[in-house]
């Protein structure tokens, strides 16, 4: 079965640092890995996704992500962090043969913007 | 095009009584989730539909919990009785499918729940 790590609970970055947000997945293949914001009282809403490809993905809102199978990990950074940004950031993993049908969502890490 | 709806948006009930929430997935979606995402968690998956049927309810609380979708568009989600323990955000979500497979869930804004 497939399961997810999201090590960091809250982190803090000051507006306009980069960001890195840790992930990391267990799966006996190359799953499909996809990252979900969710600001307070809102749904989540999907920021990238990866199925196969080229490792680095890019996302909306100036985000993008890195596949490393050696990590078993699916990091997502922003060069440059906005207010706007702040909120809570959910990986999430799913099996090739059902897709997204069957998501396992990580813990969230919660991402407090300072000026 | 509209996004997934639910509501009521919010709702405070006593321990016992019971709750029903609604969802109106997205146009054309044939497949409806049900997810609890409880404080500090990440969401969890209850039911899944494909049109009307349940296609995943392994983690739903059965003896408690229930859900439908009749015509294969909007579902309701009820508790009854509601515990303490049920105190969450209870997120809708829909999918379209392309031979058999989907490839990205589009959520509501959630109800949340709080059980005194």
């Known amino acids: 079965a497939q399961s997810v790590t999201q090590p960091d609970i809250h982190i803090t970055v000051s507006e306009g640092a980069s960001l890195e947000l840790r992930c990391n997945y267990s799966y006996g293949a190359t799953p499909y890995l996809f990252w979900y914001v969710q600001s307070p009282g809102q749904g989540l809403q999907l920021l990238l996704k990866y199925f196969s490809g080229d490792t680095l993905v890019q996302g909306i809102k100036g985000f993008e992500a890195e596949f490393k199978r050696s990590q078993s990990s699916f990091n997502l950074r922003k060069p440059s962090v906005h207010w706007s940004d702040a909120a809570e950031y959910f990986c999430?993993?799913?099996?090739?043969?059902?897709?997204?049908?069957?998501?396992?969502f990580g813990t969230g890490t919660r991402l407090t913007v300072i000026p | 095009e509209a996004g997934v709806a639910q509501s009521p948006r919010y709702k405070i009930i006593e321990k016992r009584q019971s709750v029903a929430f609604w969802c109106n997935p997205i146009?054309?979606?044939?497949?409806l989730y049900w997810y609890q995402q409880i404080l500090g968690q990440g969401p969890k998956l209850l039911i899944q539909?494909?049109?009307?049927?349940?296609?995943?309810d392994s983690q739903l609380p059965k003896d408690r919990f229930s859900a439908e979708r009749l015509k294969g568009v909007d579902s309701t989600l009820k508790i009854q009785p509601a515990k303490l323990e049920d105190s969450a955000v209870y997120l809708c979500?829909?999918?379209?499918?392309?031979?058999?497979?989907?490839?990205?869930?589009?959520f509501g804004p959630g109800t949340r729940l709080t059980v005194t």
């Open positions: 999430a993993v799913g099996a090739p043969q059902t897709g997204a049908n069957n998501l396992f």
């Open positions: 146009s054309g979606h044939a497949t």
């Open positions: 539909f494909q049109n009307n049927g349940v296609v995943d």
């Open positions: 979500a829909s999918s379209t499918r392309l031979a058999g497979i989907s490839y990205e869930q589009y």
